[in-house]
């Protein structure tokens, strides 16, 4: 059910945009939103790349619900309610693995990997039994640029209409490949004492980077390397630096990538060769998009691929509470990339995207320390969001990508519109090559 639209005000004349603080302590907002939007849109399920052989599966939860993301026998990717049909147990109780059939342990039932019912215990007891219609249960599913999404939502718009411009942004990950990309095995699980939405905000923005990170940022430094934060400390360099509003929520930030990876002359020999590969396949201009920018993007609700170039982190996450997220992680790169390639982009997961790296912790520490701010909300009841509102152009360091996310949280919550801001992708960007449309 909707709720009043008492959380977002925003006041155009005077440039101020703010967020009402018990949208990050109600249970009334949190169900709320499971039924206006986890329950209703589409949420990202997993990568292609992570299902390589028919039966291999992985048992995951997406929109607080058990899934099990998999290839069936005949090879078709599937997501399958993980509950059985008989009395509700998980049929799948392991992480991963490969799977000719999930028997469910507590009576015995038993699913092909397309979820059909194949065979039940003592079937003759039952006068009738129809087979056909209790296999799992399959929600919606479809994929764009191999990014699988479900829906709980029967009539949910297609998936490239939810996506909007989000797709350019998948399409320049995706496009860096010419084999396909891959999602390195395995993931970060963790969690924080703080509401989802801080970090989908934390997610995309550029103002925290410098004090936050400084720590990494002085570490990267002192190593060689200069990390793309440091262009906005006010060195006055002349480049583009947008915070873009992809539609339907869905935001990035776009700034431009600086310094040198910390990779051996033989690594950047293979980093020069393939981008050279890339500019023959796409073109020098979609070719420095892909791979001479930096790139935060956020999918609502919950969606984040971060495309540092030194490692592109995929992030999903879902309130356990108003109060804590569950949040996973993966690492995603080309197939192709060879070992010390591949090892850089990994060891990059670990020290700065990881649980135990250098930044995640620190973000953590801010979202939890807002958190730990909000008990106050009675008497300062509003958060400010209003960086950057009312510029031509918000930069990476404003707070454009926010109000973005905050304005479809607002409608689809309240029904309330608020106007929309700032220029689209191919606006600011210009369009896409015909060279580049055609790969992606
Ligand atoms: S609950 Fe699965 S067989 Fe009974
Ligand atoms: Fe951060």
């Known amino acids: 059910m909707k709720l009043q639209p008492r959380f977002v005000q925003e006041d155009r004349v005077a440039g101020t945009f703010r967020v009402h603080r018990d949208v990050f302590l109600s249970q009334e907002v949190l169900e709320a939103e499971k039924a206006e939007f986890f329950d209703k849109v589409w949420l990202y399920l997993g990568h292609e790349s992570e299902l390589d052989k028919p039966g291999d599966f992985i048992a995951r939860q997406v929109g607080g619900r058990p ?8 090879g078709q990717i599937r997501a399958l309610l993980n509950t059985c049909r008989h009395r509700g147990a998980q049929v799948c109780r392991e992480d991963f693995g490969n ?6 342990f507590y009576h015995g039932w038993a699913y092909g990997t397309d979820g059909s019912l194949v065979s039940v ?3 003759d007891s039952y006068s009738s039994l129809d087979r056909e219609s209790h296999g799992l249960v399959q929600p919606k599913l479809d994929s764009y640029s191999g990014f699988y999404f479900l829906s709980y939502n029967p009539d949910v718009e297609p998936l490239t209409d939810y996506l ?18 891959a999602v390195v095995k395995g993931a970060h699980h963790y969690s924080m004492k703080a509401n989802w939405k801080l970090l989908m905000e934390n997610s995309c923005d550029g103002y925290h980077g410098m004090s936050v990170h400084q720590t990494y940022v002085e570490m990267m430094m002192s190593l060689g390397m200069t990390p793309s934060l440091v262009k906005q400390s006010g060195d006055g360099a002349v480049v583009a630096d947008y915070g873009i509003n992809l539609g339907n929520g869905h935001a990035t930030t776009w700034f431009p990538e600086l310094g040198r990876p910390l990779i051996s002359e033989r690594g950047l020999e293979l980093v020069a060769a393939h981008r050279e590969r890339m500019v023959e396949r796409l073109g020098e201009e979609y070719t420095r998009r892909a791979l001479n920018t930096s790139r935060n993007t956020i999918v609502f609700p919950n969606l984040v691929i971060v495309d540092l170039n030194f490692g592109i982190q995929i992030r999903t996450m879902f309130p356990l509470s108003p109060t804590e997220t569950a949040i996973t992680g993966w690492q995603i790169s080309p197939a192709e990339v060879g070992d010390e390639l591949k090892g850089y982009r990994i060891d990059n ?18 979202l939890e ?12 009841p509003w ?5 950057g509102f009312g510029k031509p152009r918000p930069t990476t360091f404003d707070e454009l990508q926010m109000r973005t996310f905050w304005r479809r949280w607002n409608f689809l919550v309240t029904g309330e519109q608020l106007p929309e801001e700032g220029e689209s992708y191919a606006q600011l960007l210009g369009p896409i090559s015909e060279k580049a449309k055609v790969s992606s």
């Open 67 to 74: 899934i099990i993301f998999t290839k069936d026998r005949k």
């Open 349 to 366: 997961a670990l020290t700065f995207w990881g649980p135990g790296g250098l930044a995640t912790p620190d973000d953590v520490e801010a």
């Open 164 to 181: 909007a411009d989000a797709k350019e942004l998948l399409d320049l990950v995706a496009n860096q490949s010419e084999s396909g990309m």
């Open 383 to 387: 958060s400010d969001i209003s960086k």
């Open 121 to 123: 215990p003592d079937a």
């Open 99 to 104: 799977a000719k059939i999930f028997t469910c």
């Open 369 to 380: 320390q807002c958190q730990i701010g909000f008990a106050t909300s009675k008497e300062v």
